[in-house]
């Protein structure tokens, strides 16, 4: 199970540069560790799914989408708490995530504090 993880590693997944800068900062700020990626494609290529407890994932990126990488876990039997963050969402885009895993699907821009919670929340779980 992945609360039995050693380490509390984040992973985030997002295709803006600035962004995931910004979410790094915030988890390093707190004191969890967290590992970057540009893509979902280099996030599964890099091996990091097995050793990471709690994902931040875009939902619009270039080539795989964040849904479409959650759908990967799942079909890899991957379960990793996931905290969806989009510009682009909408109603049936949430629930589906939900419907799916996500522990969290939060409309950019997002609080701080609402994303430490989920995280927090995830890493728990």
């Known amino acids: 199970m992945l609360s039995q993880h050693k380490t509390k590693l984040v992973a985030i997944v997002d295709d803006d540069d600035s962004m995931r800068g910004a979410l790094h900062g915030l988890l390093k700020a707190v004191g969890l560790p967290s590992i970057t990626f540009a893509s979902a494609e280099e996030f599964l290529k890099s091996g990091q799914q097995h050793e990471t407890a709690c994902l931040i994932a875009d939902i619009r ?3 795989m989408s964040g849904l479409e990488l959650q759908a990967q876990l799942n079909a890899d039997r991957c379960r990793i708490p996931t905290i ?29 504090e609402a994303l430490l919670e989920s995280v927090r929340a995830a890493l728990e779980s």
């Open 61 to 63: 990126m270039p080539g």
């Open 84 to 112: 969806f963050i989009t510009a682009h969402g909408d109603s049936k885009m949430r629930l589906q995530a939900l419907r799916e895993g996500a522990v969290e699907f939060l409309s950019k821009p997002f609080d701080d």
